[in-house]
């Protein structure tokens, strides 16, 4: 009798697989778009893991249904809470004032201070630094050299970042600053190193050259500039710009409360990590799409041609096939696969019960994958977002709802500019002319071998 009422009053749950949690856990580690394929295949939309013992992982349900992801992104922000386990390697990185680890109240305080540098005139006046940037990178190109893209979209994602958030151009500081921050973001791209951060049993300061020693000293150097930099705006008006750390540091929320140097510093370290490698990895996917069918290429170099010299950047941005190749790069190689909540209540969703503690993870890349949404799933086909308009609950590279990505119109803006500029300047040659596939770099994934290209001219 006792066991009949359990059961009854047990929460329906998706199917599951048998396999153990931390098996499943290792396998997407290894292999993260087959496994989610696989699962996809298996037990449809919607898919269910109990919580692993080996790895610090709740239970978690995956799903691509757009009328589940509506229903989580238009939810009260007050279901979620930032799981506090699963994000303890950013803490680590970023510091504890972190917008990706706020909730509530702070959360809103926080993103309404950093939001408006995003948006309207302000973001568009980052437009000619963006140009700048990468003409002087492409500068440095010989004709013949081989490259790998990736690099040379990280360096100018980078340097764009620096300039327009940090408000830090060329000099002694900003070279020591760029590389400081090079070896600092690299530590979450080995798998060697960026193991110290999963585990805090091993972040101990055993001396100067182990990693965790290194790791520690490098975030003392990196605030150390930042903190100078903070103080010498505050003690020089006239040194104050157009930058977002300048913004931010005149920014009041509603009390007329100043942000505080440490939640800066968190904010920049934020913006830096969120924008510099995504923005990187989906340009790449860019280059070797358009250099790998050459029709799309040709359509694209028309719309460039016909262009005025005197076109205005935000004009090029507007340019209808630029636009429709960068949102199908984000679609078919989201560089992020999920949009991550952690259920602070119970919440029912396509029929199915989860308690509080579950993480809900809307899949980008499953759902970009949807054959009744997006027919041909695996064809790199620019047309589809020229013939039709997606909803935010089908189209959702930059995730949705009150946690939506905060850069993301700086990113399609960069995006669009470096690719005008580039294809307007330089003729490229794609050495990866093969299937490529995408690799994961720490939290976010990047095409195999980052694209290698020949400089034709
Ligand atoms: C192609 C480039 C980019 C992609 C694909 C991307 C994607 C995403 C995604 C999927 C999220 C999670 C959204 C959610 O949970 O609903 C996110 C959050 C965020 N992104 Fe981006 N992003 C990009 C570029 C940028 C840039 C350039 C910046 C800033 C300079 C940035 C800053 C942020 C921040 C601060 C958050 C956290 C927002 C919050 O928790 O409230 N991102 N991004």
Redesign the pocket.
């Known amino acids: 009798m006792t066991t009949a009422t359990s059961r009854s009053d047990k929460p329906k749950l998706p199917p599951s697989s048998k396999v153990p949690p931390s098996i499943i856990a290792i396998q997407a580690i290894l292999d993260q778009f087959g496994t989610l394929e696989q699962f996809e295949r298996k037990y449809g939309e919607i898919f269910y893991s109990p919580k692993s013992t080996l790895f610090p992982l709740p239970p978690y349900v995956i799903f691509s249904n757009p009328q589940a992801i509506e229903q989580v992104f238009t939810a009260d922000p007050d279901f979620f809470e930032v799981g506090q386990q699963s994000t303890a390697p950013v803490r680590v990185l970023l510091g504890d004032n972190s917008?990706?680890l706020l909730n509530g109240k702070e959360?809103r305080r926080q993103?309404k201070l950093l939001m408006p540098p995003f948006h309207g005139e302000r973001m568009k006046s980052y437009g000619q630094t963006m140009v700048d940037v990468t003409q002087e990178v492409i500068s440095q190109w010989q004709v013949g050299q081989t490259i790998s893209i990736r690099d040379y979209t990280q360096q100018i994602s980078l340097e764009i970042?620096l300039r327009t958030?940090f408000g830090i151009n060329k000099g002694q500081r900003y070279d020591r600053l760029k590389g400081i921050l090079v070896d600092y973001l690299e530590t979450f791209n080995s798998p060697l190193t960026s193991f110290f951060l999963f585990f805090p049993w091993l972040q101990k300061d055993l001396g100067a050259l182990t990693p965790w020693s290194k790791f520690l000293q490098q975030k003392r150097q990196i605030r150390e500039i930042l903190q100078w930099e903070c103080e010498r705006r505050r003690n020089n008006p006239e040194a104050m710009g157009e930058d977002i750390l300048s913004l931010l540091l005149e920014a009041r929320d509603e009390d007329g409360k100043p942000m505080s140097d440490v939640e800066i510093e968190d904010e920049l370290m934020?913006?830096l990590f969120?924008?510099h490698e995504?923005?990187a990895s989906?340009l790449a996917w860019s280059f070797y799409w358009l250099h790998r069918l050459p029709k799309i290429k040709q359509k694209f170099q028309e719309e460039l041609d016909s262009l005025a010299s005197n076109t205005e950047l935000t004009d090029i941005a507007k340019l209808p096939y630029l636009s429709a190749i960068v949102s199908e790069t984000?679609r078919l190689n989201?560089?992020?696969v999920f949009?991550?909540r952690q259920l602070k209540k119970p919440m029912e969703l396509m029929g199915y019960q989860f308690q509080s503690g579950t993480s809900i993870f809307p899949s980008?890349y499953l759902t970009h994958q949807r054959p009744d949404i997006y027919p041909e799933p695996k064809k790199f086909k620019p047309e589809r977002f020229i013939e039709k308009q997606f909803s935010p609950y089908e189209y959702l590279?930059?995730?949705?709802?009150h946690?939506?990505?905060?850069?993301?119109a700086?990113?399609l803006y960069?995006?669009k500019l470096v690719l005008a500029t580039i294809m307007s300047q330089v003729k490229l040659e794609l050495l990866d002319n093969r299937p490529l596939k995408s690799t994961r770099r720490g939290f976010t994934f990047s095409p195999d071998g980052g694209v290698r290209m020949k400089i034709r001219g």
């Open positions: 917008l990706v959360h993103r970042i958030i934020t913006m969120a924008g995504t923005t989906s984000l989201p560089v992020i949009v991550g980008i590279p930059f995730g949705g709802g946690r939506r990505c905060l850069g993301y700086f990113a960069e995006m």
